[in-house]
């Protein structure tokens, strides 16, 4: 008999919501990461009131660096558009810290977690999963792939395409001093978002009690154009005086993940179940991938338990994905709207963002996931 259930790979927060989840339901996962927690992640680092409801942490009560916002600027061809709620829409967090924090949750619920362990083979169907590390092999009925834009689950098992749109990212996330954080502060706290001139993507300014978040993400930026792009915003931030001149950042550094528009990727198969970055559920145009990556690993725990429990498959757990994050594929607007030319879209982007409500509801609340806390 094995000595584990379900064996998660990867445990950043799908996975480690998964492993808590089942952890929860008294059964033994296993949690296998090559990193050495706590871990540098890089990302912008918010995550909305319905992720921390699927958590079940209050956000009065989370123990780090958690920094509640009700507002939030966008910025496009030199206009500033800003955005207030009554309650908080989302909340910035360091994810070295709450990376760290769900994973020792899960191990304290009872999963097995081992960190700095590479995966160097897996294998999964009707007979079960077979996983190959530097450390030995790990079995189990169910496998669940949770290690982000490269897991090796969804490289073996995902029929990953060569179409698949990939966003690159770079970003600096910097803690203040004392002296430097009361200057800042003195500047506002509200986050602001920069939509890039030719709709490829957007850059962030996002403070975080005492921290610092800048970045930008874009598609197409492996042939160099990146970082013209993280050089032109750290510039703007600069002229605008929201970044002064003498503050030394911690250097930029890059990373890259899937959106969930073209080619999507195999969700479930015999014996096994994609969660979160490793399924390519991050939002489309946004980016924001940790509210799908929490809500898929809820939902992955739930069909791990169905199936050891009753025998149902993983199928299920698939359609429920689709149901929530779509296909994977555009459209016919969206089909249409990438053809749009240039000009017109612009347009229809400064109509968009002039717009309070449409502000609200599309961009905040549909690309985004930004909703307000409920009361």
Known sequence: ???????????GPGGSTAAWRLAAAGLRPLVLDAAVFPRVKLCAG??????????????????LTIQPFSACALAFEGARHETRWER??????????????????????????????????VAAGPAGARVETERGVFEAPVLMGAGGH?????????EISEHEE????????TRLTPEWHQRLAALGTVPELYVEPDLRGYGWFFPKQDVINI?????GGSNGSLLRRRDALVSALGASGRLPADLPLEPFKGHAYVVRRRAPRRLAGEGFCLVGDAAGLARALSGAGLGPAIR??????????GLLRRGAGLDGYAREIVR??????????????????EAIARAAVRLILGSGMMRRRLVFGTVFGMREEAP
């Open 1 to 11: 008999m094995p000595a584990h259930d379900v064996i998660v790979v990867g445990g």
């Open 46 to 63: 918010w995550v909305t009131p319905q992720a921390l409801a699927d958590l079940e942490i209050d956000p009065e009560k989370y123990p």
């Open 88 to 121: 908080p829409a989302s909340y910035g967090i360091i994810r070295r810290e709450f990376d760290h924090y769900l994973l020792e949750r899960a191990a304290a619920a009872g999963a097995d977690v081992r960190w700095g362990i590479r995966v160097t083979g």
């Open 150 to 158: 490269r897991c090796p689950v969804a490289r073996a098992l995902g």
């Open 166 to 173: 990939v966003v690159v990212a770079q970003e600096s996330e």
């Open 215 to 219: 970045g930008i993400g874009c598609t």
């Open 296 to 305: 898929s690993g809820r939902l992955a725990a739930e069909a791990a338990v």
């Open 324 to 341: 929530l994050y779509g296909p994977g594929e555009p459209g016919w607007v969206g089909q249409r709207l990438a053809r749009l030319p």
